[in-house]
């Protein structure tokens, strides 16, 4: 059985035709409130949904959807899905059995004999863990065997201003943990690249490094 090394990643499931949409919808909405759809201009959407960011009246964001796959390991997952009012479906180790190849991200110590030690450790868990199956255990049982860092495969969704909440817990805090702080500065850069009225305000927050 190989182990193989994966790099974490993330990417749009939403369509961006779709996301380019949401200024529209949202100012839409927005106007709803104040029967003032009759000033909806060709060029009106932008302008108000800064508006809206800036007096915190972010309710009307979530009116918007969007979706990510996500490629991480298991500890960096589990973060995540503490973000109650987000929507996730998470590859399964009760269901998936992984003979041939364990997937796993390298946690790049900063110390070079950890790494080395790292290596061993995903080889002999690799071998531990196929003879499980192959012993007959099941894969909900022998995913015991399984490091933190085995790498796992999700669907997050969630409205925008939980999106807004996500980059600001996961994204410009400092002190979220690198794997993670990572994978949603990506999305953030993202999503600013197509509806910058959405998140420039999150966007200009993001540290230099």
């Known amino acids: 059985m190989q182990v193989e090394l994966v790099q974490p990643s993330i990417e749009l499931v939403t369509p961006v035709s779709e996301i380019e949409k949401f200024p529209f919808r949202i100012e839409e909405a927005g106007r709803t409130c104040y029967r003032s759809e009759d000033r909806i201009g060709a060029d009106t959407a932008e302008k108000f949904c800064l508006m809206l960011i800036k007096r915190g009246h972010e309710s009307v964001l979530e009116h ?46 900063q110390f070079a004999d950890l790494n080395e030690y790292w290596h061993k450790s995903m080889e002999l868990a690799a071998l531990i863990y196929r003879h499980a199956l192959d012993a ?16 796992t495969e999700l669907v997050m969704s969630a409205n925008l201003r939980q999106w807004r909440h996500v980059f600001e817990e996961r994204a410009i805090n400092s002190r979220a943990q690198g794997q993670i702080r990572k994978l949603m500065s990506d999305l953030l850069i993202r999503l600013h690249s197509i509806v910058p009225c959405l998140f420039g305000d999150i966007y200009r927050e993001l540290p230099a490094d």
């Open 64 to 109: 918007c959807l969007v979706s990510a796959r996500i490629v991480c390991d298991r500890s960096t997952s589990h973060q995540l899905v503490r973000h109650r009012l987000c929507a996730f479906s998470q590859e399964s180790q009760r269901y998936v059995a992984y003979r041939e190849t364990l997937r796993v991200i390298d946690p790049q110590f």
């Open 136 to 151: 007959g255990e099941r894969p909900e049982k022998a995913r015991a065997i399984l490091p933190n860092c085995t790498a």
